[in-house]
């Protein structure tokens, strides 16, 4: 029973930082990527970060390289987010890749199982 649950989203001004954390059950994630993604109103899903474990990555979008990392302890993958801005604000995901994945994309069509989302607002 594969489950992933996102929480440590909220309101935080400009700026500021939040860490997300994404429990995951119902596998091993030593065999998977997780990727990050997020989604705000009338836009397209975006990836994030990933990370694999021993393998590939961890990767980061452009828009959030230097200041997101992710990271992950036993069955919980965490996204560290400083320097926040309000172009941030977006429900984010986490989500498992597909069986037999390789590498740590971060094209949302890479990913079958989802979190159910944690919102986050950057506002002043």
């Known amino acids: 029973q594969v489950q992933l649950v996102e929480s440590g989203g909220g309101l935080v001004q400009p700026g500021g930082s939040l860490r997300l954390s994404c429990a995951t059950s119902?596998?091993?994630?030593?065999?998977?990527?997780i990727g990050w993604f997020r989604q705000a109103p009338g836009k397209e899903r975006e990836g994030v970060s990933c990370i694999r474990h021993n393998f590939e990555g961890p990767f980061y979008a452009d828009s959030v390289k230097g200041r997101f990392t992710v990271s992950r302890d036993k069955n919980t993958v965490y996204l560290q987010m400083n320097s926040l801005k309000s172009e941030d604000t977006a429900v984010y995901y986490c989500?498992?890749?597909?069986?037999?994945?390789?590498?740590?994309?971060?094209?949302?069509?890479?990913?079958?199982?989802w979190g159910q989302g944690t919102q986050v607002t950057v506002s002043s």
């Open positions: 989500a498992l890749d597909i069986p037999y994945g390789t590498g740590c994309p971060l094209g949302a069509f890479d990913y079958q199982y």
């Open positions: 119902g596998f091993t994630l030593d065999y998977h990527a």
